[in-house]
């Protein structure tokens, strides 16, 4: 099969893209061993939905991830050749779990969440996008993201409530996940399928991306096999991003510590810093009697 072309949002964070049905094709693909270019083309004015992935072959131009999956099929390529009956099944429900619990925190966190919407999702998205786009498709998105949120939540009225119940439902999401995935490498045993590629296009971002409001992503955190299994397949598939963004982290922070080292005001000031909180604590402690003056 000749190589094949995929249009996506780019990458960030060392995620081969930021956007969950951009990573979920290129999963599926990379898991496959297929053939293929990505092309970090972040306009979606042109693609023929007006959204991304677009998988580019010869006379078609398919968006949707289900038709993706079947063109691989058409060509005796598909990661979930070996399932029995009932790990089928249990792909199909846990497709659905993660579109009706965790999918509907994601579009709360990214674009409804104040401080987020502001703080990255926004700002990210006016970057990458060309002009006069970049002023159109962050206000859609956002205004997407309300409207869905507002029709799952019609009966409640609080944000905060609306809040809580959102994450909650994506809180026990993640549990099931991890329960689910146990020991394994990946959901159905040792090789990656269909499932997994789903797995990590949800997890991926909400673990990697520089969010303001953390309660979401601090849980996923807490789950450590979800962890390992992200960072597994990002080691494994994804290598070159994974290892460029590790690398550009240790450069930031050894050029941290080297300014550091070389500014004696920002030594001074960490010095000072430390003194006047060894005086605050053994101020508090004569004040409530923790520690005794001597008579």
Not at 89 to 113: G, H, I, M, N
Request: aromatic share 12%.
């Amino acid at each position: 099969m000749r190589q094949l072309l995929v249009d996506v949002w780019k990458g960030d964070w060392g995620l081969a893209s930021v956007d969950l049905d951009c990573l979920q094709v290129l999963a599926y693909l990379k898991f496959n061993a297929v053939d293929f270019h990505i092309n970090n083309a972040n306009n979606p004015f042109f693609t023929p939905e007006g959204k991304f992935p677009v998988l580019r072959t010869k006379g078609q131009a398919l968006t949707k991830f289900e038709d993706i999956v079947a063109y691989m099929e058409e060509k005796n390529i598909s990661s979930d050749y070996g399932l029995t009956k009932k790990q089928a099944a249990e792909t199909q429900a846990y497709s659905v779990l993660l579109r009706e619990k965790l999918f509907p925190a994601l579009q709360f966190l990214w674009w409804v969440d104040a401080n987020n919407e502001k703080g990255l999702t926004t700002p990210w998205y006016s970057k990458v996008l060309p002009y006069p786009f970049n002023f159109y498709y962050p206000g859609k998105y956002k205004r997407n993201a309300e409207i869905m949120i507002a029709s799952l939540y019609e009966n409640i009225d609080d944000e905060k409530d609306i809040k809580d119940k959102v994450i909650g439902e994506a809180e026990k999401c993640l549990t099931t996940l991890s329960v689910r995935l146990g020991t394994n490498d990946f959901m159905f045993g040792s090789h990656p399928t269909q499932i997994d590629a789903m797995l990590y296009a949800y997890l991926a971002p909400l673990l990697k991306a520089p969010l303001c409001s953390t309660s979401l992503q601090n849980h996923l955190k807490a789950c450590t096999n979800l962890n390992k299994f992200v960072s597994r397949i990002s080691q494994r598939y994804f290598s070159q991003e994974h290892h460029e963004y590790e690398k550009k982290i240790k450069n930031e922070m050894k050029n941290k510590n080297d300014q550091i080292e070389d500014d004696p005001d920002i030594i001074r000031n960490q010095i000072l810093a430390i003194f006047f909180s060894i005086v605050t604590m053994v101020a508090y402690a004569l004040h409530t009697g923790l520690i005794k003056r001597a008579t």
